[in-house]
C-alpha cells in the first residue's frame, strides 16, 4: 500500500457525487483512484468532475485492478451481497452503504467472504462517526441524564413513488432504508443487544413497509421507540430521556445540518437546555477515516461495525410487522 488507502467507487449515484466525494476529497487518508459504473459515460463524467484518475465502464474492471486497495459499494440493497463477495475475492476492503444487505443470510455471507479473504468489511453509518455521535454517547455514559431510561427516534420523508426503494426486490422498503438508523442508534448509544422486540406497519401497494412503528427493550429498562416512513413530511431528531435529564439530537443522521447537541441537566419543568457545540467536520470524511484506520490495524475498529447485528434485528422488526399483518 501507499502511504494513503487506494479507494474505489462501484458506481455513480447520487449518493456518491453528493456526499461521499465530497468528503472524500484531498482526504488526507485515502485517495479515489477510480470510479465505475454501468450506465454508459457516467463514471467518465462523474471522474472528470471530480478529478478521479481512472475510470470503467465496469465493475468488473474496477476490480481487477491491483493498484486498489479498498472499494466503496453504494449499490442498490439487492447489489451488495454480489459485489462485496467479489469485492472480497479480488482482495479489496470494502465499504459496503447501509443496510449490509436484504437478509441476513447474504449479510452473513458478505460477512464469511470478507473473513475468509482476510479483508475489512465496514457497513458505511456515517452517523457514528461524526465526533456528535461519540460526545452523546459518552454523556450517556458518564451520567449526565442520570439512568438513561427512553430512547426516541423519528427519521421521515415523503418519497417519490417511483422510487426504487419501494421495489421489494431491490431490497426496498422504509425500515431498511430509515429505520435502520434509527436501530443502529438505539444499540450504538445503549452499547447493548435488544432483548425485546415489537414492530407494525403500513405497507404500500407493492409489499413494502412505507411506515414502520419499531418498539425496543434493552438491558436496564431501557425502552426505544422508532419510527420512519416514507410519506411522512421530513422527520429527522433522536430524543434520550433518563431519570436526571434529557439530550435531543435535531438532524441526528445529518450534522451538516446543525451539529450541535441540546442538553437539559434535570428534571424540573423549567430547566433551561444548554447547547453544545460539536465540529461541523464531514461525517463521511469521519467515516472514510476510520475505515482507512481499520485497514491498517487489520481489524474493525469502533466506532465501525460490519452491520452482521444490525442486520439480524431489522431482520426480527420485519418478521414481526409481516406477522402483525396477517
Not at 484506520?293 to 452482521?308: C, D, H, K, M, V
Amino acid at each position: 500500500m501507499t502511504n494513503r488507502i487506494r479507494v474505489g467507487i462501484l458506481g455513480a449515484g447520487r449518493i456518491v457525487q453528493r456526499r461521499m466525494l465530497p468528503g472524500a476529497m484531498n482526504h488526507p487518508e485515502a485517495e479515489i483512484l477510480a470510479i465505475a459504473s454501468q450506465r454508459a459515460d457516467a463514471a467518465k463524467e462523474v471522474g472528470e468532475q471530480f478529478q478521479i484518475p481512472k475510470t470503467y465502464q465496469s465493475y468488473e474492471d474496477l476490480l481487477a485492478d491491483s493498484e486498489i486497495d479498498a472499494v466503496y459499494i453504494p449499490a442498490t440493497g439487492d447489489q451488495h451481497c454480489r459485489w462485496t463477495v467479489a469485492a472480497a475475492e479480488a482482495g479489496k476492503h470494502v465499504l459496503c452503504e447501509k443496510p449490509l444487505a436484504p437478509t441476513v443470510d447474504e449479510a452473513e455471507e458478505m460477512t464469511a467472504a470478507c473473513g475468509k479473504a482476510g479483508v475489512i468489511l465496514h457497513e458505511a453509518f456515517m452517523w457514528r462517526h461524526h465526533p456528535r455521535a461519540g460526545k452523546v454517547r459518552e454523556l450517556i455514559q458518564e451520567g449526565v441524564i442520570g439512568n438513561l431510561r427512553l430512547i426516541n427516534v423519528n427519521f421521515s420523508f415523503d418519497i417519490d413513488r417511483s422510487d426504487w426503494r419501494l421495489r421489494p426486490e431491490r431490497g426496498g422498503g422504509a425500515m431498511w432504508d430509515l429505520g435502520c438508523y434509527g436501530v443502529n442508534c438505539a444499540r450504538f448509544m445503549t452499547s447493548a443487544e435488544p432483548i425485546e422486540i415489537d414492530a407494525a406497519a403500513h405497507w404500500y401497494e407493492t409489499g413494502v413497509d412505507m411506515t414502520m412503528r419499531i418498539g425496543l427493550t434493552f438491558p436496564d429498562q431501557v425502552l426505544a421507540n422508532i419510527d420512519c416512513s416514507f410519506e411522512f413530511p421530513f422527520r429527522s431528531r433522536a430524543e434520550f430521556v433518563g431519570d436526571g435529564g434529557r439530550i435531543v439530537l435535531e438532524k441526528p443522521f445529518q450534522p451538516f445540518l446543525d451539529h450541535n447537541i441540546h442538553l437539559w441537566r434535570g428534571t424540573d419543568r423549567d430547566t433551561e437546555a444548554e447547547l453544545i457545540e460539536t465540529s461541523d467536520v464531514d461525517q463521511w470524511a469521519c467515516q472514510l477515516s476510520d475505515f482507512c484506520r481499520s485497514i491498517r490495524a487489520g481489524e474493525l475498529l469502533a466506532p465501525a461495525e460490519n452491520g452482521l447485528q444490525n442486520m439480524k434485528i431489522m431482520e426480527q422488526v420485519l418478521e414481526t410487522a409481516k406477522s402483525r399483518a396477517n
